[in-house]
Structures are given as structure tokens and as C-alpha cells.
């Protein structure tokens, strides 16, 4: 059967990657992204998805997406709300509220209105997959990210109540919690918490990799390995979990 795959923060980094592994497998894709360039650049490897531009937390824009890939699909059988961002680093009395409140809405509120679309289809067809991409930084304390460990934490709870909502509908849920992730939005992360600490960032990226069990850092490739996994028949008695694709986190403190 053909899977349908709507995912948010679609069109770059891990969202990119669960995008081009749903697509080797036939999927049909329906991914938003607020970067224009990166949605042109995925509408040029995948002229037959739907791509469009849509900022998670603008209510309109979402309802426009979520409205196209139901009346083109009917329906929908995976369902990744991925998109978040880093927020600020400091400590958090130099933090500015604006910056915070951005870093919340981005992971929870466009979870939020991404879930509300996904539970109204999934409940009429009685089955379907969501994942929600939390953080390592969802399962442990993040000293100088205070903004993006509270959102990602949020998530874990919103993961785990959807999956008791939804479970007797046939519906699972679960939250994918990656650790430090290589690519372009790490090193902008990198750069943040050199600055926050007052360290090289060589340093700091030796510290992530000190904390982690295996000594690595994460693919993408990862990620959405992880989530076709959940999606497959191998996985249809896996609810309710957060699935950390880390390495073995030992500790983000610096």
C-alpha cells in the first residue's frame, strides 16, 4: 500500500531526510516548511509532492496546507509534526520573552494544530501513525537552553496524552527524541552555546560528543530510519514512547 506522509519542517534537515526515505519507499509526500528557498529546492527533487510555504504557528497557513493534502489524499497514514527551533541560549534572566515565546510556539503550538488536524482523520479511518520530534533535551535538564528544553519536554507530555486519547482508535503516537544531529541547524546551535558558556566551538562540540555513550554524533538519515521503522509492520505495537536516537545521552550539562 502507498503511505501517505505529511510532515512539517519538511523541506531541509531532519524533516528533508524523513521526506527522501518516505519517498524511496513510494510514499506520497506532503511536506511544509516556512523557508521558501528550501521548499523551492524540494519541490525540484519532488515535483509530484505537495510543498508549500506555512509558518507552523499561523493558524490560517496551517488550516490552507492541512485542507490541500486532505481534499488531494482523503486521508492520511503518517503524520510527523517535526518542526521546532533552537530559541535562545543564556541564562535565563537575559533571556528576552519574545525569543522564548517563539521557541515555544514553534515545537508546541504547531504540534498542537498539526495533532488537532491529525486526530479528526486518523479517528474516521481508525488507524494511522504520529511522531512528534522531541529532543534528548525532552528528557533531561539543558543548562543555558531553558527555552528549548521546556518546549521539548512539552512535547513528551503531548506525545503521551495523545497516545491515551487516540490509542483506542487504533491511532499510535509517539515522540522521536534525537541528540545533537549534524548539519547546518547544529552548528548555528554550536555557535549559540559557545557564546552562552564563553567556550571555543570546538569545545563545545567535544563536549556533546563526550556526553553520549558512543562517542558520535547523529545522522539525519538517522531520524528517518527510525520513523520508517514505526511506519512499517514491524512497528504497529509501538505507542506511547520516546524514542531517543542519540548515541546514549549521558548528560548535557557543560
Not at 523541506?11 to 526515505?21: E, F, N, Q
Not at 509558518?55 to 488550516?63: G, R
Not at 482523503?74 to 528576552?96: F, K, R
Not at 554524533?217 to 514505526?230: R, T
Amino acid at each position: 500500500m502507498t503511505q501517505k506522509v505529511l510532515i512539517t519542517g519538511g523541506a531541509a534537515g531532519i524533516g528533508r531526510a524523513i521526506a527522501d526515505k518516505f519517498a524511496k519507499e513510494g510514499a506520497r509526500l506532503a511536506i511544509c516548511d516556512s523557508d521558501p528557498a528550501a521548499v523551492a529546492s524540494f519541490r525540484s527533487d519532488h515535483p509530484e509532492a505537495l510543498a508549500v510555504v506555512a509558518d507552523v504557528t499561523d493558524e490560517s497557513a496551517m488550516e490552507v496546507f492541512l485542507a490541500q493534502a486532505e481534499t488531494a489524499w482523503g486521508g492520511v497514514d503518517v503524520v510527523c509534526a517535526n518542526a521546532g527551533t533552537g530559541g535562545p541560549a543564556g541564562a535565563i534572566e537575559t533571556l528576552d520573552y519574545q525569543a522564548w515565546q517563539a521557541c515555544i510556539a514553534t515545537s508546541v503550538h504547531g504540534a498542537f494544530l498539526t495533532c488537532r488536524w491529525a486526530a479528526r482523520i486518523m479517528k474516521q479511518q481508525r488507524a494511522g501513525l504520529i511522531t512528534l520530534t522531541s529532543s534528548t533535551a525532552g528528557l533531561y535538564g539543558y543548562p543555558m537552553r531553558s527555552p528549548y528544553a521546556s518546549a521539548k519536554w512539552a512535547i513528551i507530555g503531548l506525545m503521551k496524552t495523545l497516545a491515551m486519547e487516540l490509542g483506542p482508535e487504533g491511532i499510535r503516537v509517539n515522540a522521536i527524541c534525537p541528540g545533537a544531529v549534524e548539519g547546518p541547524r547544529m552548528d548555528r546551535v554550536v555557535a549559540k552555546e559557545a557564546a552562552a558558556h564563553g567556550l571555543s566551538e570546538a569545545e563545545v562540540r567535544d563536549l556533546y560528543v563526550r556526553g553520549v555513550s558512543l562517542r558520535t554524533w547523529v545522522d539525519a538519515q538517522d531520524i528517518a530510519n527510525s520513523i520508517h521503522f514505526l511506519a512499517s509492520p514491524a512497528g504497529r505495537r509501538i505507542s506511547g514512547q520516546a524514542l531517543a536516537i542519540d548515541g546514549h545521552t549521558e548528560t548535557l550539562a557543560p
